[in-house]
């Protein structure tokens, strides 16, 4: 069935209705360009409604199931919502659709749905009314839809979309923008892709202000499709009706109620004497007067400039988390603790099910507490701690399981990570250049996600072949959310580690710069230590290398002459001197006040980090090599390098068994193949002690640097630091030929 068709089978059954909609085609409507007026007396009943709490609480819910005439049909829409036709129509052809469950009028989470009608229906115009934003039943959650060709933003729609300028993008098919000298401040957003669409209406929601005393952002939004995307327009407000309305004298007064139609420029009068005496200007001026002031957009577009993060933070079948402060969620202000699970790929909380739940700060002092949250994951110092962050936080289903996704401001997100990563101790020069590379690879994973077709096979990449398997991770199966809160991508603690007064002028100092190739911002990986020698992206990754991601020698150039060539540690015997020995670099250092800025608490139980030795006998490495790549090699003969990267890193690594050969690599993949965790790094060599049959008892290795070895050594920066080195010459030693760029700037607030 077509919604036409569900409006005439209306019809057919509906007299009263029916001759509604007669009268509706002989309404009066006055032109005035880019806004008309509608003098219809029927919309009496929702113009003049009350929708104060005391009559709310009074009058049976109209759009509830139980108090709905019974002549009313109804058209399932996914499974919490009916389609019903509005019996007061505006609209040529006019529907309300009704949340099943009588639930409070509020978009952030239900934004899906409103997106979903605009997709599915193409041709009809959909649009929410915010509680106080010409919603007459504000206690009930709805939307409305219908024929949008009498509605001059729409019908004018090709005219306006020439006049849009670009505020924030996510890619070229999903952008925010502003309407140039429309009469109203307006957001536009552009989507083809429902969750890029959720991402940008988030961050246009959370860049709006709020009322104390509302429970959310003062906004009316339009949604209808075309072409292949989707386009969303919001108006936001700052009152909910104009001072005419209420007007003492019978000369001012007029009973006019904006809602998303009339914010759309179709103003709607169901007084015959108010219609009579509009103007151009007087319509401007009274529908102008509720809308967002200038002066307030100006600070929401300077919000939008800064992108936004999805965190996640912690999954499990049930999550527990305190709420310190209010948090609006589902039309209500929440406090204190909560409970959430998971139950047949649904959400459940107080009693209730939903498909997403956001409990968005009421405050900037807001915060939430989750007491148990595993860090270290995977790493040999993996623990449980409780953390607080701040921002909002969004909860999604995944079957059996509950997601906690953090959304926050990117220089906020980074405030933490640069305190988690580092010590409030170390060098401003230190401080300032990981804000910096924190920042280019963060945005550059943003950005990966967004524009992976298929984003689980951008996660994880390689082959494999009876005798190989060659593996890659760039970051651990996140399709959810941007970046993990733990080391696998960016460690990150919300405010749980005190943001210092040094932390937040790197961030202030640097705000919005990134590092930039000259084709767009580079991807500056970094690792606690390289070992005296970069490595190159490919060797860890895709077969690909960066320009700025190159191998060579962590120390400083003597004076007037050039840096010394990196060896061949490609070359096995060049690798087995140069990691059995401890060259000098500038991350060879047991300077504890040096060490004390990077490894912080745990890190620092880990000391042999520039050269590190580790022994297995016979059975722990037989054993480990089975549970890690669930197959039999029997006893463990040799681990023979096949190829090593620049810095002296196996790449390709074969394992020879008394059962079975196998090849391994890529470098992450042949950590975690010979460690409980993860091996410190695949730059090392193997020692052996023959049994009397010739069968290794023991197994020696020792290695050189912790970590992947990519771009910036931390350790070696936090030296350069202590040297007197700024933050740009740290980072022009780490990223040869990158540049500095400034992508956004601060608001006035910050």
Aim: charge should be negative.
């Amino acid at each position: 069935m077509t919604l036409a068709e569900f409006f005439h089978n209306q019809m057919a059954t509906w007299p009263e209705t029916a001759a509604r909609y007669a009268d509706l085609a002989r309404v009066e409507v006055r032109e005035f360009g880019a806004v008309s007026a509608q003098y219809n007396p029927a919309r009496m009943v929702s113009t003049g409604a009350k929708v104060d709490k005391k009559t709310l609480a009074q009058r049976p819910c109209f759009l509830c199931k139980d108090h709905r005439p019974e002549i009313q049909q109804e058209w399932a829409f996914g499974e919490d919502f009916d389609v019903l036709v509005n019996p007061f129509p505006i609209l040529p052809t006019h529907f309300t659709i009704a949340a099943r469950r009588h639930r409070p009028q509020t978009i952030l989470d239900t934004y899906a749905t409103l997106y979903e009608l605009a997709d599915r229906f193409e041709g009809t115009l959909f649009f929410y009314n915010g509680p106080k934003c010409g919603a007459s039943a504000p206690d009930h959650l709805h939307f409305q839809g219908g024929d949008g060709s009498v509605v001059p933003l729409c019908r004018d729609w090709r005219g306006w979309r020439e006049r849009l300028r670009e505020v924030a993008r996510l890619d070229a098919d999903n952008r925010l923008c502003t309407i140039e000298d429309y009469p109203f401040p307006t957001l536009v957003l552009i989507s083809n892709d429902k969750s890029l669409a959720q991402t940008l209406f988030r961050r246009a929601y959370a860049a709006l202000p709020c009322h104390p005393d509302d429970t959310e952002p003062m906004l009316n939004v339009l949604a209808w499709r075309e072409e292949d995307s989707v386009v969303t327009i919001l108006l936001p407000r700052e009152k909910h009706r104009p001072a005419c309305y209420t007007a003492s004298c019978e000369a001012d007064r007029m009973l006019i109620s904006p809602g998303a139609l009339d914010m759309a420029g179709l103003v709607i009068t169901p007084r015959k004497e108010d219609f009579d005496r509009l103007t151009a200007s007087l319509l401007v001026k009274t529908v102008g007067e509720v809308a967002l002031g200038q002066e307030a957009f100006a600070k929401v577009l300077r919000r939008l400039q800064e992108p936004r993060v999805a965190v996640g933070i912690t999954s499990g079948p049930e999550v527990a988390f305190v709420l310190e402060g209010s948090f609006m969620v589902d039309g209500t202000l929440q406090t204190g603790p909560q409970t959430v699970r998971a139950k047949d790929g649904r959400l459940l909380w107080q009693e209730n099910s939903y498909d997403t739940l956001t409990f968005a700060p009421h405050s900037p002092q807001s915060s939430f507490t989750l007491p148990e949250v595993t860090i270290g994951i995977g790493f040999h110092w993996e623990r449980q701690e409780a953390q607080t962050f701040e921002g909002m936080l969004r909860l999604e289903a995944d079957g059996d399981r509950v997601w906690v996704i953090n959304e926050l401001p990117v220089e906020r997100y980074l405030a933490s990570v640069i305190s988690s990563e580092m010590r409030a101790t170390s060098s401003p020069s230190l401080l300032r250049a990981h804000a910096i590379i924190s920042r280019s690879w963060l945005l550059t994973q943003m950005a990966h996600r967004i524009n992976a077709d298929h984003p689980s096979e951008a996660t994880c990449g390689g082959w494999e072949t009876e005798e190989e398997l060659v593996r890659w991770y760039d970051r651990d199966d996140h399709q959810r959310f941007d970046v993990c809160a733990d080391d696998h991508c960016q460690r990150y603690q919300g405010i749980t580690r005190m943001v210092s007064d040094h932390v937040e002028e790197a961030i202030r100092s640097t705000y919005g710069q990134v590092l930039w190739d000259g084709k767009g911002i580079c991807d500056a990986r970094f690792s606690k230590c390289c070992g005296g020698a970069t490595e190159v992206f490919s060797a860890c990754w895709q077969d690909e290398d960066k320009p700025y991601l190159a191998a060579f020698l962590d120390r400083p150039a003597q004076a007037g002459q050039a840096a010394d060539a990196l060896p061949d540690l490609t070359d096995e015997e060049t690798a087995r001197k140069w990691i059995l020995s401890a060259p000098p670099a500038f991350c060879n250092t047991q300077d504890k006040q040096v060490l004390r800025q990077v490894l912080n608490g745990y890190d620092q139980e880990t000391a042999d980090f520039y050269r590190w030795h580790i022994d297995y006998t016979q059975e722990e490495l037989a054993s480990l090599i089975a549970r890690k790549t669930g197959l039999r090699f029997g006893k463990i003969l040799n681990l023979v390098p096949l190829e090593r990267g620049k810095s002296g890193r196996i790449v390709r690594l074969k394992i020879v068994g008394t059962e079975r050969e196998r090849v391994i690599g890529k470098e992450l993949e042949i950590r975690r193949t010979l460690s409980e965790s993860h091996l410190k790094s695949s730059a090392f060599v193997v020692e052996t002690q023959q049994g009397a049959d010739g069968i290794p008892q023991s197994f020696h290795l020792s290695g050189a640097g912790w970590g992947h070895g990519v771009g910036l050594c931390q350790i070696g920066a936090a030296m350069m630091g202590e040297k007197g080195y700024d933050h740009e010459a740290i980072l022009r030693h780490y990223y040869p030929g990158a540049t500095l760029k400034t992508l956004y700037k601060p608001s006035i607030e910050q």
